[in-house]
């Protein structure tokens, strides 16, 4: 079949005392960051190296995560040849889904206004660094921009800043290993999935600064801005969860609907799960669940294997409402205009990148990062202040990313009849006390 995305080993230890979760450290950054940000403006813009640094710290992880995770998406598809109409029909899914939600949320923050009013400066010689690193303007042709999607060494792709060139690169190589033999397949996968994990530890290993981070961006930010920035930002949340919750209850609602089923029976369905995902901020650590209750609720086994892990790597909608919604908040914030063909140059790049999130705390942030010092549009230098409140954005986002592809097995298992209606009626009465013979 298919191998699944690999999954961090699950902590077991007791969880200590609440300041030592990282959760509590970054709110308390954020908490001091804004402090220090109104006591004594001056210092708390000098506190920007200390964001500047993390978000090195963050960049050099990028490719790596990103090149990994995408050629084991490309394996948990398997054989397309063996697999057939099920992997076809997902994949199209896949990009019908995310190229609409995408489209809905860059409608929603142009009409948002998100950043507008910061009025903040960017940082001219960080800008031209960028845009000498990739050789191109603001506004690169369309020849130059199929130009710099190509790779012309495996390795410099990986060290270089290109995240254009590790998704084609990755690509190729995916295709390239499902040409092998099953058993050099089998040992490779297992080389890249081990390679994963470490890289996975070396995210978390990163994250450990990010309350330090936090409290450097958010210092900076309030310093430059004063209550502006803080209002921006609480707006800018504001604006992300309702977008959030129209594309679950209504896309997704309305998807449903399409198959015979009802939103938030699927909702409640999955209570439980829902509350592990905002807890942790991680769509991974509700994937085993995801897999076996996909299966009770009348899943074939065969479409829940295929379907969900591929999805993980290739449908992450709540990532395609991050990056067009904190696009527009940079844009604005920074006053940098961007016309409707910047926009859907960027959206045709969201839509390749999006694939490549991790699906850790924090991988959306990490590809969103990378997305927008690739594109050379916008100012590098705001990334930090957008990661002192990525762990609020992280635990909605990753809700709308596992429901969302809990929402593509089901619907995929319904189109290719591997979906066992009676069985999900018995589910549904034993889980939520419904009648028997009540509606999905």
């Given at each position: 079949?298919?191998?699944?995305?690999?999954?961090?080993?699950?902590?077991?230890?007791?969880p200590?005392?609440?300041?030592?979760?990282?959760?509590?450290?970054?709110?308390?950054?954020?908490?001091?960051?804004?402090?220090?940000?109104?006591?004594?403006?001056?210092?708390?813009?000098?506190?920007?190296?200390?964001?500047?640094?993390?978000?090195?710290?963050?960049?050099?992880?990028?490719?790596?995560l990103?090149?990994?995770?995408?050629?084991?998406?490309?394996?948990?598809?398997?054989?397309?040849?063996?697999?057939?109409?099920?992997?076809?029909?997902?994949?199209?899914?896949?990009?019908?889904?995310?190229?609409?939600?995408?489209?809905?949320?860059m409608?929603?923050?142009?009409?948002?206004?998100?950043?507008?009013?910061?009025?903040?400066?960017p940082?001219?010689?960080?800008?031209?660094?960028?845009?000498?690193?990739?050789?191109?303007?603001a506004?690169?042709?369309?020849?130059?921009?199929?130009?710099s999607?190509?790779p012309?060494?495996?390795?410099?792709?990986?060290?270089?800043?290109?995240?254009?060139?590790?998704?084609?690169?990755?690509?190729?190589?995916?295709?390239?290993?499902?040409m092998?033999?099953a058993?050099?397949?089998?040992?490779?996968?297992?080389?890249?999935?081990?390679?994963?994990?470490?890289?996975?530890?070396?995210t978390?290993?990163?994250?450990?600064?990010?309350?330090?981070?936090?409290?450097?961006?958010?210092?900076?930010?309030?310093?430059?801005s004063?209550t502006?920035?803080?209002i921006?930002?609480?707006?800018?949340l504001?604006v992300?969860?309702?977008?959030?919750?129209?594309?679950?209850?209504?896309?997704?609602?309305?998807?449903?609907r399409?198959v015979?089923?009802?939103?938030?029976?699927?909702?409640?369905?999955?209570?439980?799960?829902?509350?592990?995902?905002?807890?942790?901020?991680s769509?991974?650590?509700?994937?085993?669940?995801?897999?076996?209750?996909?299966q009770?609720?009348?899943?074939?086994?065969?479409?829940?294997?295929?379907?969900?892990p591929?999805?993980?790597?290739?449908?992450?909608?709540?990532?395609?409402?991050?990056?067009?919604?904190?696009?527009?908040?940079?844009a604005?914030?920074?006053?940098?205009?961007?016309?409707?063909?910047?926009?859907?140059?960027?959206?045709?790049?969201?839509?390749?990148?999006?694939?490549?999130?991790?699906?850790?705390?924090?991988?959306?942030?990490?590809?969103?990062?990378?997305?927008?010092?690739?594109?050379?549009?916008?100012?590098?230098?705001?990334?930090?202040?957008?990661?002192?409140?990525?762990?609020?954005?992280?635990?909605?986002?990753?809700?709308?990313?596992a429901m969302?592809?809990?929402?593509?097995?089901?619907?995929?298992?319904?189109?290719?009849?591997?979906?066992?209606?009676?069985?999900?009626?018995?589910?549904?009465?034993?889980?939520?006390?419904?009648?028997?013979?009540?509606?999905?």
């Open positions: 079949m298919g191998v699944s995305p690999p999954t961090a080993t699950p902590d077991t230890r007791p200590g005392p609440f300041y030592t979760r990282l959760g509590f450290q970054i709110t308390a950054g954020i908490v001091l960051g804004i402090a220090l940000g109104f006591i004594e403006p001056k210092l708390g813009m000098s506190m920007k190296v200390l964001g500047d640094i993390f978000l090195r710290l963050i960049k050099t992880v990028v490719a790596p990103v090149f990994l995770n995408l050629v084991l998406g490309i394996l948990a598809a398997g054989d397309l040849k063996k697999v057939g109409k099920i992997g076809f029909k997902a994949l199209i899914y896949f990009e019908i889904v995310s190229t609409i939600v995408l489209a809905i949320t409608v929603l923050a142009n009409f948002s206004e998100v950043g507008v009013g910061m009025h903040l400066q940082d001219a010689a960080a800008q031209a660094s960028a845009q000498a690193a990739y050789g191109k303007a506004a690169p042709t369309f020849d130059a921009f199929l130009t999607m190509i012309d060494s495996f390795v410099g792709t990986l060290t270089g800043h290109s995240l254009l060139q590790v998704v084609v690169l990755a690509i190729a190589f995916g295709a390239a290993v499902l092998l033999t058993k050099t397949r089998t040992t490779v996968e297992g080389a890249f999935t081990t390679m994963s994990e470490c890289f996975f530890k070396l978390d290993l990163v994250m450990r600064f990010a309350p330090i981070g936090a409290f450097g961006a958010i210092a900076y930010a309030i310093g430059a004063g502006q920035a803080l921006s930002l609480g707006y800018l504001l992300m969860y309702a977008i959030l919750a129209f594309v679950v209850v209504v896309v997704f609602g309305v998807i449903l399409c015979g089923m009802n939103i938030f029976h699927f909702l409640r369905y999955f209570k439980s799960e829902i509350g592990i995902l905002f807890a942790t901020g769509s991974e650590s509700a994937f085993p669940r995801l897999m076996e209750k996909l009770a609720l009348g899943c074939s086994k065969q479409t829940v294997s295929l379907v969900l591929t999805g993980y790597a290739f449908n992450l909608d709540g990532t395609s409402v991050y990056m067009p919604l904190c696009v527009m908040f940079l604005n914030a920074y006053g940098i205009p961007l016309t409707w063909e910047h926009q859907l140059g960027l959206l045709l790049i969201m839509l390749v990148t999006s694939k490549g999130a991790a699906t850790v705390s924090g991988g959306t942030f990490i590809v969103f990062a990378a997305t927008v010092t690739a594109s050379g549009m916008l100012p590098i230098e705001g990334l930090p202040l957008l990661f002192g409140i990525n762990r609020f954005t992280s635990q909605a986002v990753c809700i709308c990313n969302g592809n809990s929402v593509a097995t089901v619907v995929v298992a319904k189109l290719n009849g591997d979906f066992d209606t009676d069985v999900a009626r018995a589910e549904y009465h034993r889980a939520l006390g419904r009648p028997a013979n009540a509606s999905l």
